[in-house]
């Protein structure tokens, strides 16, 4: 997996820090801008996040948990990305920011998306 983040974004860092515990070998490359990344996998701003990863043929963008992403490669869905949109308290990196339920939304090839996963936080 290829970590996309920006040199100054803490919360990111735990996301990957997340991702090695789960057993994810994880290259990070930060860039000052963020959007290109999402453009070409065809992330719309409304599902953005603060980091976009690849794996495989997918994009993980956001604080998406370790066992969606498992999932998402185990299901093998017509998709171009799973995102966990915007920066949810209690997601994996953002513990410290509390606890609140979130969903991550699954971003099909035809640009709709659906709801994959239901998380309550931390």
Do not use: Q
């Not at 992403?69 to 953002?94: H, K, Q, T």
């Amino acid at each position: 997996m290829t970590a996309y983040k920006t040199p100054w974004c803490a919360c990111c860092g735990g996301w990957i820090a997340h991702m090695r515990e789960a057993g994810w070998t994880v290259e990070v490359v930060e860039r000052e801008d963020l959007t290109p990344i999402r453009a070409r996998h065809g992330i719309p701003d409304r599902w953005a996040s603060c980091h976009t990863a690849v794996v495989g043929a997918y994009a993980i963008e956001g604080h998406v948990p370790a066992r969606d992403v498992d999932r998402l490669l185990r299901e093998g869905p017509a998709a171009r990305a799973l995102s966990a949109p915007g920066m949810p308290a209690g997601s994996p990196g953002m513990e410290a920011a509390g606890r609140e339920p979130y969903t991550t939304v699954l971003i099909l090839n035809d640009g709709s998306t659906r709801v994959f996963g239901r998380h309550n936080g931390a």
